[in-house]
């Protein structure tokens, strides 16, 4: 087990500078439990509308701790999701939230060709703005799924009318991750033109290997102590956190599916935990949403390599 000792610190909570010219995000991942790729084998996803779904109960929770921390969120929206829960969609835009997109089907991007990546997306997007009536400026790719091998899919989500993306994950993964990304936000010059990218929060204690923290598995899995010290590492660098976190891992009651022993791990452990330390992080850190982070012209002064084609 980690401890806290093992890297002399303590564990007194970062905040943002009040003078800082950004602040850290926190995103919403809108999907059920059985959209999860930890289950992707075991559940079909034309047998989706069979399980009981608990997004919507899971998703106002959030909401509602929100409202009461007074911080505005960006949510993602499987269009799947949208589809079948639109007041949910409405309510969220309608509480001062920002709505993006999560694709359709939460199919991995470099599972796809270029065609079906941009009919989902396009159906995806199409769906979530014709519910809610506002513009979708931005994406979040299942998993994480935008990698190397799949960075193509930058240009068409430009041309799909994106303007930022937060997809990439600095980190090495057996599902994810570009381990050589930049940690901070950067621009991605694509032949349709550049797109704005968010990656999710990472810190380092020795040398040049990307710790990740603040989100997902790694909020419920790792104590809380290092996510606190994610947050000082992450400020004493001068560096967004972009956090997230999926409806379902506040919900130690949904039901339990079969799977790889990894994958249950993964995807079951702590979910009872989840709600209070979430709350922990956000309170007092200096959340927002990316259109109200100020990360913009942060991302627009890096441009990172060529590789978007």
């Given at each position: 087990m980690l401890k806290q000792e093992q890297f002399g610190l303590d564990q007194s909570v970062a905040v943002a500078s009040p003078d800082a010219a950004f602040k850290n995000v926190?995103?919403?991942?809108?999907?059920?439990?059985?959209?999860?790729?930890?289950?992707?084998?075991?559940?079909?996803?034309?047998?989706?509308?069979?399980?009981?779904?608990?997004?919507?109960?899971?998703?106002?929770?959030?909401?509602?701790?929100?409202?009461?921390?007074?911080?505005e969120a960006t949510f993602f929206v499987l269009g799947w999701v949208a589809e079948?829960?639109?007041?949910?969609?409405?309510?969220?835009?309608?509480?001062?939230?920002?709505?993006?997109?999560?694709?359709?089907?939460?199919?991995?991007?470099?599972?796809?060709?270029?065609?079906e990546f941009r009919e989902d997306t396009h159906r995806a997007k199409e769906t979530i703005e014709q519910i809610a009536g506002v513009p979708l400026r931005g994406y979040r790719a299942p998993t994480y799924s935008i990698v190397t091998r799949s960075l193509w899919a930058a240009e068409i989500l430009v041309e799909t009318g994106f303007t930022y993306d937060s997809s990439i994950f600095p980190i090495h993964h057996d599902r994810y991750g570009i381990p050589d990304a930049p940690r901070g936000p950067f621009q991605l010059d694509t032949p349709s033109g550049p797109l704005l990218e968010y990656p999710i929060a990472t810190f380092r204690l020795w040398g040049e290997r990307n710790l990740p923290f603040g989100g997902g598995g790694y909020l419920r899995l790792l104590p809380t102590w290092y996510t606190r010290l994610g947050m000082r590492r992450a400020q004493a660098e001068t560096l967004p956190v972009i956090a997230y976190v999926h409806p379902w891992e506040i919900d130690p009651g949904q039901p339990r599916l079969n799977g790889r022993l990894i994958s249950r791990l993964r995807h079951y452990t702590n979910l009872g935990k989840t709600y209070r330390r979430l709350a922990d992080m956000l309170d007092g850190g200096s959340f927002t949403s990316f259109r109200n982070s100020g990360l913009a012209g942060l991302a627009q002064a890096h441009t990172w390599g060529n590789n978007a084609r």
């Amino acid at each position: 087990m980690l401890k806290q000792e093992q890297f002399g610190l303590d564990q007194s909570v970062a905040v943002a500078s009040p003078d800082a010219a950004f602040k850290n995000v926190i995103s919403v991942d809108v999907e059920d439990y059985f959209h999860a790729e930890a289950f992707a084998a075991t559940v079909d996803r034309s047998q989706w509308g069979s399980y009981e779904s608990r997004v919507e109960s899971n998703t106002r929770r959030l909401l509602d701790l929100f409202s009461e921390l007074e911080l505005e969120a960006t949510f993602f929206v499987l269009g799947w999701v949208a589809e079948r829960c639109p007041q949910l969609v409405r309510d969220t835009a309608a509480a001062g939230h920002e709505l993006a997109c999560h694709s359709y089907w939460h199919r991995m991007v470099y599972q796809l060709d270029r065609s079906e990546f941009r009919e989902d997306t396009h159906r995806a997007k199409e769906t979530i703005e014709q519910i809610a009536g506002v513009p979708l400026r931005g994406y979040r790719a299942p998993t994480y799924s935008i990698v190397t091998r799949s960075l193509w899919a930058a240009e068409i989500l430009v041309e799909t009318g994106f303007t930022y993306d937060s997809s990439i994950f600095p980190i090495h993964h057996d599902r994810y991750g570009i381990p050589d990304a930049p940690r901070g936000p950067f621009q991605l010059d694509t032949p349709s033109g550049p797109l704005l990218e968010y990656p999710i929060a990472t810190f380092r204690l020795w040398g040049e290997r990307n710790l990740p923290f603040g989100g997902g598995g790694y909020l419920r899995l790792l104590p809380t102590w290092y996510t606190r010290l994610g947050m000082r590492r992450a400020q004493a660098e001068t560096l967004p956190v972009i956090a997230y976190v999926h409806p379902w891992e506040i919900d130690p009651g949904q039901p339990r599916l079969n799977g790889r022993l990894i994958s249950r791990l993964r995807h079951y452990t702590n979910l009872g935990k989840t709600y209070r330390r979430l709350a922990d992080m956000l309170d007092g850190g200096s959340f927002t949403s990316f259109r109200n982070s100020g990360l913009a012209g942060l991302a627009q002064a890096h441009t990172w390599g060529n590789n978007a084609r």
